[in-house]
């Protein structure tokens, strides 16, 4: 089998364990090539750490993208996630018509919010960049609060009912890409998950685990990064998003039972023998 080649488009937070720092080896782990584009280094991530450090790499961006373009390399999927600035989304979807082909998986995370709120990082304006990048996405991967941005809606706290869950679902896919997995989808208050949209055929599927209270970072790179993983190994959008599920709800789970300080991230490396097995059973 010809081994599959991501690209995945994050910043590198050194400490922290989120975007490149998962996105590296869960990519890896399914038996995909992740190649990598860091679009900062941070020492830790921002959420509720105060003095970081923060290396912009806007300027070397298109010169990494130029290079390659001279090796002739290809890329199965394009996968991007947090961007520092405004202007890191139009170099980023100028490397997307670059090195991308028709043959090329875009996935796009909107990474920019989360319960109910904009990081306090990027200006008001932000969310009409990332929609034009989800333009040009096959995937899309918001979470709710990204969702209503994208949207231009008022952020409503859940549950949410099945219908408007759904109604977001297609307006979202309204967008432009083919696919959208919503996640922290949750109808009652013991159960969270996401739920995917096909817009071709229409279909919706859910996918929960019992709810774990707490607020825990880098989950949404997990969630993106066995996503990205599942469906480089030709395993189909449900299904995919079944195994992402569960993947970070026991990367959770272990870190709850750990008690440890949730600001350092989650426990996935303890959950990708488990993971590589999904994804073995999935390719079947
Ligand atoms: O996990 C998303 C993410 C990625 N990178 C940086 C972040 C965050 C979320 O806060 O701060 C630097």
């Known amino acids: 089998m010809v081994q599959k080649r991501v690209l995945a488009i994050h910043d590198i937070s050194c400490f922290g364990k989120c975007s490149l720092t998962v996105a590296l080896p869960v990519i890896s782990a399914s038996g995909a090539e992740c190649t990598v584009m860091p679009t900062a280094v941070l020492s830790t991530h921002t959420g509720g750490f ?34 520092g600035s405004f202007e890191q989304i139009d170099i980023v979807s100028e490397i997307i018509d670059s090195l991308g082909s028709e043959n090329t998986l875009t ?51 859940g549950p949410y009912t099945r219908e408007y869950t759904e109604g977001l679902l297609k307006r979202l896919g309204s967008i432009g890409s083919k696919n959208v997995i919503l996640t922290g989808v949750h ?17 919706v599927s859910y996918s ?20 990205v993983a599942s469906l480089m190994n030709g395993i189909d959008l449900t299904k995919a998003n079944d195994i992402a599920v569960d993947f970070t709800a026991g990367s ?3 870190t709850k039972n750990a008690g440890t300080d949730v600001r350092f991230g989650v426990d996935f490396e303890s959950g990708l023998a488990k993971f590589i097995n999904q994804i ?3 390719r079947k």
């Open 50 to 83: 105060t003095g970081y450090t923060y290396r912009d790499l806007t300027e070397d961006l298109l010169s990494i993208a130029d290079h390659w373009k001279t090796l002739g390399i290809e890329f199965d999927s394009i996968y991007t996630g947090f961007l």
């Open 107 to 157: 996935i796009v995370d909107p990474v920019m919010a989360d319960g109910g709120n904009l990081y306090p990082i990027f200006g008001k304006d932000f969310p009409k960049g990332m929609r034009k990048l989800c333009e040009k996405a096959d995937v899309i991967l918001p979470n709710i609060t990204e969702a209503t941005l994208l949207l231009e809606e008022e952020y409503i706290r």
């Open 187 to 203: 109808c009652d208050d013991v159960h969270l998950g996401a739920a995917s949209y096909n817009t071709e055929t229409g279909s």
């Open 208 to 227: 929960f685990h019992d709810m774990i209270p707490g607020y825990y970072h880098g989950t949404g790179d997990i969630f993106g990064s066995a996503v």
């Open 252 to 254: 959770i789970l272990r």
């Open 280 to 282: 073995k059973e999935g």
